[in-house]
């Protein structure tokens, strides 16, 4: 029944005209391209061998089919498809986006091809990325169907020849499809058979927008694995910022989108050497926030939360302090207007991450929350620490530790789905938005 009612949605909507009266493009789904696959910091990964014989030449010939949860859904969409961390000029062609089903599978006559300066092909320099034309999406009503709620966007391209190493974002949490290396295009296929293997990683895109009909208005998770969803469940979308997104929706409707740009493993600041010497974490916050905070349309508001990591990799609370204030600072002069709330940090204490787990890491994340909820730095204050700590032991609350994406007790650090239900339930909305609840 629910498959009919959608499909007779699809066969009814009207188009949204080109150039609407007041219809913006706004950023509704992202994910911080990090690094070269495959430095990253996956999640439940499977065995990737038959996909990439070789990580050097990444990609062969081959068809990604990503699947990814638009934020808000608007009657014309596009992607950007990223060469960040590229070695070589990467071409793709057979670009397509549709409805997922189920699966690899691509709902019937939702699939519609993606342009690149009206070319079927584009290719992208190392370092740089390619933004595509509009694509109608002749399943959007407007206002979008309540069907729509949840619903995921399968988009695919083909790698002409080798890409070599692959720009990607390793922590997914979401179970997209690949092609054999060899098989050619199979963007316009709609089953499943092209696509035999599975991964947890988004490869190359980077960010999909919406073309709405209103105003809306992005507000960015910027940070680390707390906010990428390290511990939360596969394909479950509950990581805090989806909390907080379902939250949004049901006060305010689409007035409100959530992006996610946490990154497993990153860093306020360092590593300096990145560009030569990739981690797992990624390059410093503050080397991507232009292209993962100010590049985005429609940015109103960002969420910080971030510092674990450096205090890990023993920098001082001190630098992790003029991190944010060179941050903020930057956001503040190239977004005039933003509004900047930092988070505090979560507990780490006796985590089995030994680096993390030190008392002397427990002593600067005290030092630096002191500093958020005292500091006029920033717009307001999202108490996480409080939201997440027991403290009588001063850990991570007991039944926000064992691990739902992979079972097993936790790692005291990153919280489960419980967890970042606590977290995301603890914003106040009124103070994100403006509005009174």
């Not at 189920?102 to 699939?111: Q, R, Y």
């Not at 974490?281 to 926030?289: E, I, K, S």
Request: glycine share 10%.
């Amino acid at each position: 029944m629910r498959r009919l009612l959608l499909l007779l949605t699809i066969l009814c909507a009207p188009l949204l005209p080109t150039g609407a009266a007041n219809a913006q493009w706004v950023a509704a789904w992202t994910a911080s391209a990090h690094g070269p696959y495959p430095v990253g910091n996956p999640t439940a990964q499977p065995e990737l061998k038959f996909a990439f014989p070789v990580a050097e030449q990444g990609a062969r010939d081959q068809t990604f089919r990503l699947i990814v949860k638009p934020d808000v859904w608007g009657p014309q969409a596009r992607i950007r498809l990223s060469n960040a961390f590229g070695a070589k000029p990467v071409t793709f062609n057979d670009a397509h986006v549709g409805l997922q089903e189920s699966g690899a599978a691509v709902l019937k006559g939702t699939s519609q091809p993606v342009l690149f300066s009206g070319q079927k092909s584009v290719t992208v320099p190392p370092g740089q990325s390619a933004v595509s034309d509009p694509v109608a999406l002749p399943f959007v009503t407007s206002p979008p169907s309540p069907l729509l709620g949840g619903r995921k966007l399968a988009v695919s391209f083909h790698v002409v020849g080798e890409s070599g190493p692959m720009t990607w974002h390793a922590k997914a949490l979401q179970t997209s499809y690949l092609a054999p290396p060899g098989s050619g295009p199979h963007g316009k296929d709609e089953g499943e058979s092209a696509f035999p293997y599975s991964t947890t990683s988004w490869y190359f895109l980077d960010e999909v927008d919406m073309n709405l009909p209103a105003k809306a208005q992005v507000i960015v998770a910027f940070g680390d694995s707390i906010t990428d969803g390290t511990g939360t469940t596969i394909n479950g979308d509950d990581r805090w910022p989806d909390v907080l997104s379902r939250r949004l929706h049901a006060a305010y409707g689409d007035d409100f989108v959530v992006v996610n740009q946490g990154i497993g493993g990153n860093r306020v600041v360092g590593p300096d050497d990145y560009a030569t010497k990739p981690i797992g974490g990624g390059p410093g916050a503050l080397t991507r926030l232009e292209r993962d905070i100010v590049s985005l349309p429609g940015v109103s508001a960002v969420i910080w939360l971030e510092g674990i990591n450096d205090f890990g990799a023993d920098t001082s609370t001190e630098a992790v302090m003029e991190g944010y204030d060179k941050g903020v600072a930057m956001l503040r002069q190239k977004m005039p207007g933003v509004r900047i709330y930092v988070a505090t940090l979560t507990p780490a204490l006796n985590s089995t991450i030994a680096t993390h787990g030190r008392p002397e890491v427990e002593a600067k994340r005290k030092a630096l929350n002191d500093f958020f909820r005292t500091s006029k730095l920033f717009d307001g204050v999202i108490d996480f620490d409080k939201a997440t700590l027991d403290p009588k032991t001063g850990e991570v609350k007991v039944e926000f530790q064992p691990n739902s994406s992979t079972g097993g007790p936790g790692d005291k650090l990153h919280p489960n789905r419980a967890g970042y239900a606590a977290m995301g339930n603890a914003i106040d909305l009124g103070m994100i938005t403006g509005r009174a609840k």
